[in-house]
C-alpha cells in the first residue's frame, strides 16, 4: 500500500477525529496560535504601519526592517528564544509574531502610499483634519493592500506555526513531529495535509475580504 492510499486512511479514521489528540482539537489549537501571533502583530505593526504611511516618516528604515525580519529563520529564533524564556507558550508565540510583523507593516504603509496623493490634497481643501484624511481617506482607499497585508501574515504564521509542537506544544504540528519520531509517515503526510487545507481556506475567505474592500473604497470628492 502506497504513503498516500495510507494517508487517506488515517484522515478517515475515526479515532483521529475525537478526543484530546484528535484533528479538531490540534486544529482549535493551531488557529489559536495563529489568532493570538496575527492580532499581536497587528496591535504593533498596523499603527506604526499607518504613522509611517501618513506621515511618510522612517520608511527606509521601515523597509530594511521588514526586510531583515524577513531574512530570519524561525526554527532558529524560536531556539534563542527558548534558550531565554524556557520551554512554553510563550516562546512560540513571540517568534511567529516577529513573523507576522514584516507582512502587516509592509501592507499598513504600502497601503496608504497608494492612495493618490490629489485625493489627500483634496481632503485638505475641504478642512479635514489629519486624523480625519487617515481614517476617512487613507484607510478606507488603501484597505485592500492593508488586508492583503494581514492575509500575507496570517498564511506565514499558519504554515509556520508547526513550530509549536517543537517546544511540546500542540496544534497540526504534532502529527508531523510525533509521526517524524516513530517514523509514522501517514501521519506526518496527514499532518502536512491538513495545514496546507486549512492555509488554503484561509486563503480564500482572505481574497473574499480583499474583494470586498475593494468594492467598498469610497473616494474623497475634490473640492467645489
Given at each position: 500500500m502506497s504513503v498516500v492510499s495510507e494517508t487517506v486512511n488515517w484522515l478517515a479514521e475515526s479515532s483521529h477525529w475525537s478526543g484530546g489528540d484528535g484533528i479538531p482539537q490540534r486544529l482549535l489549537q493551531h488557529l489559536g496560535y495563529t489568532g493570538l501571533t496575527v492580532a499581536l502583530g497587528t496591535a504593533v505593526a498596523l499603527p506604526l504601519g499607518l504613522w509611517i504611511g501618513h506621515t511618510g516618516r522612517l520608511r527606509s528604515v521601515a523597509v530594511a526592517t521588514t526586510g531583515a525580519l524577513r531574512a530570519l529563520p524561525t526554527l532558529g529564533l524560536l531556539t534563542l528564544v527558548v534558550l531565554f524564556s524556557g520551554i512554553g507558550l510563550v516562546a512560540p508565540v513571540l517568534a511567529l509574531t516577529i513573523l507576522a510583523i514584516p507582512p502587516l507593516l509592509a501592507g499598513a504603509y504600502a497601503g496608504l502610499e497608494s492612495v493618490d496623493r490629489a485625493t489627500i490634497d483634496a481632503a485638505r481643501a475641504q478642512g479635514m483634519t489629519e486624523w480625519q484624511i487617515l481614517t476617512k481617506v487613507e484607510v478606507p482607499l488603501g484597505l485592500p493592500i492593508i488586508v492583503g497585508g494581514i492575509r500575507s501574515a496570517t498564511l506565514q504564521v499558519v504554515a509556520t506555526a508547526t513550530v509549536a509542537a517543537y517546544v511540546g506544544l500542540g496544534g497540526?504540528?504534532?502529527?508531523?513531529?510525533?509521526?517524524?519520531?516513530?517514523?509514522d509517515y501517514p501521519q506526518m503526510l496527514s499532518g502536512a495535509v491538513l495545514v496546507v487545507v486549512l492555509a488554503l481556506l484561509l486563503d480564500a475567505v482572505f481574497a473574499l475580504a480583499q474583494r470586498l474592500a475593494t468594492g467598498a473604497r469610497m473616494p474623497v470628492p475634490a473640492p467645489a
Open positions: 497540526l504540528g504534532r502529527f508531523i513531529i510525533d509521526g517524524q519520531a516513530v517514523q
